[in-house]
């Protein structure tokens, strides 16, 4: 899958490699469709790196995402990181919204 420019994060924040943008990519995508996060495993089989962990290590130190613990799943997305990745309004996790739009079951 070759990036696309046009939807690279633009925010104040420090800039990410290419490794670190299809992380987080990969993470919020997994976040709005699946209204949880992911583990690191699921994570490092989702977009094919190794040592996720040193990723998200990055991540966090360029404010690109908030870690709200040591335990599994601690990872949360800024709202203004959701919206730019994703073009929604609001993160789902953070509305508490259960249902998804236009689909039946899982």
Known sequence: ???NPTSTPTTSRRPL?????TVLRALVLW???CRCQPSL???ATAVGV?????VLDQLEAKGWIVRTGKGAR???IPDEVFDEI?????????TGA??????TGE
């Open 1 to 3: 899958m070759e990036p």
């Open 17 to 21: 490699s290419p490794r670190q943008t």
């Open 31 to 33: 976040i709005r469709r």
């Open 41 to 43: 495993r699921e994570l």
């Open 50 to 54: 190794a040592n996720v962990q040193h």
């Open 74 to 76: 601690s990872i949360q």
């Open 86 to 94: 994703t073009g929604a309004s609001v993160a789902p996790e953070t």
């Open 98 to 103: 259960a249902e998804t739009s236009g689909t």
